[in-house]
């Protein structure tokens, strides 16, 4: 039996829909280049010097895996994300600095906990995934 007043956390629609669609993914992305751009560890890894197209890519991504239109994969094929990024050196201090400029940019959006929640858990085991230099090499 349920009412209208029963607490209901997890939506019936899409993560997409729930955070307020395309213009809410595009304030997170922007949000989080912004950081990027001021970077010194990270900015020198992007390989263009305008970060737009590569915020435009993951604006794209992040919409599709999370229920929106598959913009990204008609334009990209395959995500395929940790080969994608094998040409970078992301270790412990990358991951880090990354979920730094997207944890600020997850606050700004000031979700419902749960859908912050659902967010944040994907983003972290997602740049854990993404580490492909596990030590320093000096370390040995
Ligand atoms: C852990 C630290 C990470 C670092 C240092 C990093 C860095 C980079 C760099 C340098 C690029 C190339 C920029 C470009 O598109 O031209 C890139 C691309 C991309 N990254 Fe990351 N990334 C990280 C984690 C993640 C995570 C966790 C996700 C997804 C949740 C992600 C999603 C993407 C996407 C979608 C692209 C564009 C792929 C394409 O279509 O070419 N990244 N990343």
Same mark, same amino acid.
């Given at each position: ?20 669609? $395309? ?9 989080? !280049?912004?950081?990027?751009?001021? =970077?010194?560890?990270?900015?020198? *890894?992007?390989? $263009? ?6 915020? $435009? ?12 239109? #598959?913009? !990204? ?22 991951? +880090?600095?990354?979920?730094?400029? *997207?944890?600020?940019?997850? =606050? =700004? ?6 859908? +912050?929640?659902?967010?944040?858990? !994907?983003? $972290?085991?997602?740049? !854990?995934? *993404?580490? #492909?230099?596990?030590? +320093?090499?000096?370390?040995?």
């Amino acid at each position: 039996m349920t009412s209208a007043g029963d607490p209901r956390p997890v939506p019936s629609t899409t993560l997409f829909e729930a955070v307020g669609g $395309e213009p809410t993914f595009r304030r997170l992305v922007d949000r989080f !280049y912004a950081g990027i751009a001021t =970077d010194p560890l990270l900015r020198p *890894m992007y390989p $263009e010097d305008d970060l737009g197209p590569a915020a $435009e890519r993951m604006t794209l991504f992040l919409m599709q895996y999370w229920g929106g239109p #598959n913009t !990204y994969s008609a334009q990209r094929g395959h995500p395929r994300l940790r080969m994608r990024h094998a040409p970078f050196r992301i270790g412990p201090a990358e991951r +880090d600095a990354w979920l730094r400029h *997207m944890r600020r940019a997850v =606050d =700004d959006l000031a979700l419902p906990p749960e859908i +912050d929640a659902a967010l944040w858990d !994907y983003l $972290e085991r997602a740049a !854990y995934f *993404m580490v #492909n230099v596990m030590e +320093d090499p000096a370390a040995g």
